[in-house]
């Protein structure tokens, strides 16, 4: 009994030695995770092939390569090992070999050889590889110029476009750009081949996007169970730059016909047939022009040529969608409350039911009629895959990526809390605690504003604005899921529209001053706040009023109003959140303007832009400079000529946490 007494007590010491060892999070354990991507479960539900990007910060580029996953026993097994990247992986119907992107190509491989072959040789260049059921054929996507019937015809032009030494652009229409690229006259079409990569042809000819440039989904071109025809989304609207209006094509292989089967205004995407092909189910929007409407889940019976709703009374927007092998159920995932939920419904039914909830999963799939598999993470654990029985709920976690890099780490999960804000309404936030938290010291605090406007914060291990990361200093870090945040109903959504410095400014206000209250362990004295894109106008427009902020961050956030829409790529977006274009009598740019409250900007900001961000173009990021320093306001900007929305190179993330760091210290101080 001592010897175990004793064992007890040095296992006991070894833990608190341990927990005492460990601590908070650097850069280059951050960036050093390995990112668990796509996850494809095999056709007889035993395995399951993912990808993995491991960073190399000093090389400053990434390398992606596929596992392969046991789903019995949690064993991995490399797949691919190449200095050039490899993802995507989809299963043939034999179960045996594997379709994926290579360099620019789609290649397969024998999983129990490991041999790899090159499938594709198309000179604009091939990915996304979609199998029939069995698997004589496969669907892939290239981004070719629409005039172009033949491949010699793409490979002359684009040879022509290369060899050119004028690289001047002659526009006639807009949308010309999009989010960080110029589209140079070319459309993306999916395409048909043998399996052996032959008799390519060109399914969705025309000056058209397919997949549409954005508002689509990760599921927008399939297969029919029977091969015998395409479904695919496109927009076929003059001015895709204003319409949301995306619809579902139906292409019969044999004649080539192509059928528009939804007329909806508004956007639909992510087809889905049912396992017996009779069924055809679908995300629809009902509200034209508006990109963050709630999608329904539709369905669509071949037999008697009727659409149906199933979701009619649900408040949450339907995401990933994917049928049960039954053919009796859908499933889909839909972001609630700070998490992402798997629901159910019935053919013959419209009530949803909860399948999985309270967790941030995502690439949601059957392994056989009772399991699912998904990828899931945490605001302590960046993404690892899991399996679910139905019957009793039990998560099993099968992949330990980052296991050994985590232990290590002195990392503190999100703690709720909720208060009354705008309207009367129940608003929800997070926080989290620094390293080494000691509730009887006063910290610094950081509050977090989120983009979109209509995103939100939940309980996930963001791999730029990272929970961990802002607090490792020694800051409290809170967020506040304000009016227009997904995951709280469709209503709630909708109140940021046409009123961005209204109600979720005022929640940002009441919620501000609940979190310095509630908490004794925050100094009021030392606050700062930052944001990005939607969160960088809110930054901006909280610069133009009194705040309870030492020091702010603005990251491509909206500056002007008027000269953001004149700039950016997808107008549909600006003309309903700000009720028209700018000249238009009723529109809202100046009222939600920052740049009209530019005299009263006195709180030090830093500036962060990348000169690749065509959604908030970077000109904005320099006019809000310009103006604080015009006014002797302590400013600084950071500017990126090689990044768009986001940064995405190594060693331009490091300077980021660098020069965020440094300015949160120069006005708040640390505690580590």
Known sequence: MRKVQTLLIILLFTMLTMAGTKRPIAFEDFFAMQRVGSVAVSPDGQQAAYSVTTPNIEDN???TQIWLLDLNSGKSTPLTRDKKSSSGPVWAPDGQTLYFNHNGQIWKMDVGTKKMVQ????????????????????LFTSEVYPDCKTEACNKEKMDQVEKSKVKARVIDH????????????????????????KNIRDLTPGDYDSPPLDLGSAHDYTFSPDGKTVCFVRNTDKMVAASTNNDLFLTDLESGTITRLTKNKANDNNPNFSPDGRYLAFASMSRPGFEADRQRLMLYDFKSKLFTDLTPNFTLSVESIFW????????????EAGGISVYKVGLHSTRPEAVLKGHFISDVQFADAHTLVFKLQRATMPYEIFKMNLADKKLVQLTHINRERLAQLDMHELEPFSFTGAKGDIIHGYLVKPPHFNPNKKYPAVELIHGGPQGEWGDDFHYRWNYQMFAAPGYVIFVINFH???GYGQKFMDAVSKDWGGA?????????????????FIDKNRVGAAGASYGGFMINWIEGAENPFQCLVSHDGVYDQPSMYGATEELWFPEWEFNGMPWQKGSLYQKWNPASRAANFKTPMLVIHGEHDYRVPYTQGLQLFTALQRQGVKSKLLFFPDEDHFVRKPQNARLWWKTVHGWFAEFLGGNQ
């Open 174 to 197: 807009l949308l010309f750009r999009h989010w960080n690229r110029w589209l140079e006259g070319k459309r993306s079409h999916v395409f048909v081949a043998d399996a052996d990569g």
């Open 484 to 486: 227009g945040s997904r």
């Open 324 to 335: 049960h092998p039954n053919g009796q159920e859908i499933y889909f995932t839909t972001t």
């Open 504 to 520: 979720p400014y005022e929640d940002i206000k009441i919620g501000t001053d609940y979190v310095l209250n509630h908490y004794k």
């Open 119 to 138: 499938v594709s040789d198309f000179a604009p260049g091939a990915g996304g590889a979609v199998l029939n059921g069995d698997g004589s054929q496969f």
């Open 61 to 63: 580029n990434f390398n």
